[in-house]
Every structure is written in C-alpha cells, then in structure tokens.
DNA sequence: AAATTGACGGGTG
DNA sequence: CCACCCGCCAATT
C-alpha cells in the first residue's frame, strides 16, 4: 500500500463518533490538497476491509453521496445515532459537527 | 502497459 | 443557485 492511502486509512479511523470530515479535508490533511478522489476510491474500496468508520466521510457541502440508495440511508441512520445533526436540506450541520485535529 | 474509474473540490461564468 | 471543466492519482480493468 502507498503512503498516501496509509496516511488517509488512519486519518479516516481517527474520526471520532458523533464528527465528521470531507474528502478534501481528508486529502489535505493527507499531503495531497486536490486528492479528494483518491480518498473516494480508497473508501470505495478498502472500507469493508480496514474496519473504516466510511459514514464519517461527508462531501464539502455536508451532503451525504453515495450511489447506492440503501448506503445513503444507513449512513444518515449512523450519523444521527452518533448524535450528529442534520440541516433542514438534508446536509449535516457541518458548523458543529466537522472535525478538526489537532495539529501539532 | 495503457486506459478507465471514481462516495470530490474549487474556480469560473 | 446551477452547469461546466479540469486537476488529482492509486487501483482496477
């Protein structure tokens, strides 16, 4: 595995419950500030396998995108039992909910 | 080995 | 607000 993808498995498994991060947010904090698809690819395929808290990824809107239908509900369910709110429009309150680490 | 593929993002108009 | 374009790059075909 590049390290790119290894950076971006163990930001993604350092989501805490109840927050949520963007691809591009993701990417950046990665190396790579336009890497936001690699981020998509790496969720769309290593998820299952490393465990990854996938439903903690939402798009820089807030929006919740995923093709499958059935995915998109379970995310929002998830999102909402962790305790994070969700605007009107069907977007998470990424305000109160978008998370930040530490940078150190 | 070359082409395609993505749960995207930001800039532009 | 919407539509469009282009960058990004590992994995998959």
């Known amino acids: 595995m590049q390290p790119y993808t290894q ?7 350092s989501i805490p419950e109840g927050q949520v991060m963007t691809y591009g947010q993701i990417a950046e904090l990665a190396g790579s500030r336009r890497g936001a698809r690699q981020v998509v690819r790496i969720l769309h395929s290593l998820s299952a396998a490393y465990g990854l808290p996938w439903h903690r990824v939402v798009n820089a809107k807030g929006e919740i995108v995923i093709k499958d239908e ?8 998830y999102l909402q039992r962790e305790g994070v709110t969700f605007a009107g429009n ?15």
């Open 7 to 13: 950076r971006v498995v163990e930001i993604i498994k």
């Open 70 to 77: 059935e995915s998109r509900y379970v995310q929002q369910l």
């Open 90 to 104: 069907g977007r998470v309150d990424l305000e109160s909910c978008r998370y930040i680490p530490d940078r150190s």
